[in-house]
């Protein structure tokens, strides 16, 4: 049985999703949700409903996590294995961090390259799979139809 690895951050099944909180006052959205206050400072808002964010986006910066970090990261594979995290600007405006999927490394995004949300094991235990969104490296329309023209 695989479950997310943290309840109520993004959805599962063929099209996943990231959940933000919008303020119901002024439409501020935050992630992770947002339950207390509103984020905006010019808001007093504390009612929030749930929305999907976009499950497209481009890459705003990317890096390579060389060292592993501290509890309570799971690595994926015992000995460490390095992997890409790229922050992802979504076209709501905020930008989301991220590991990069499964085979993917910094080679294959650059500033602006565009992504996509997919939800991969991250790691298994007693209970089963858990499950962790990542950023898929995809081709923009440009580099499709330029594909097809050759």
Do not use: H
């Not at 099209?15 to 207390?36: D, I, M, Q």
């Not at 997919?118 to 089963?128: I, K, M, S």
Request: hydrophobic share 35%; net charge negative; charged share 20%.
């Amino acid at each position: 049985m695989s479950t997310p690895a943290i309840e109520g951050w993004f959805t599962t099944g063929p099209e996943p999703a990231l959940l933000a909180s919008a303020c119901t006052e002024c439409g501020n959205l935050a992630f992770p949700a947002e339950r207390e206050f509103c984020k905006n400072p010019a808001c007093s808002g504390e009612s929030f409903e749930t929305r999907e964010l976009s499950r497209r986006g481009t890459v705003w910066s990317y890096t390579d996590a060389q060292y592993q970090p501290p509890a309570p990261y799971i690595p994926a594979a015992d000995p460490y294995v390095p992997f890409a995290l790229a922050a992802v600007e979504l076209p709501e405006g905020l930008v989301i961090l991220g590991q990069l999927a499964n085979g993917f490394g910094v080679n294959d995004v650059k500033v602006g390259s565009p992504v996509e949300l997919v939800v991969e094991t991250a790691w298994t235990d007693e209970d089963g799979e858990k499950t962790m969104w990542k950023w898929l490296p995809t081709r923009s329309d440009n580099e499709a139809e330029q594909e097809s023209v050759k």
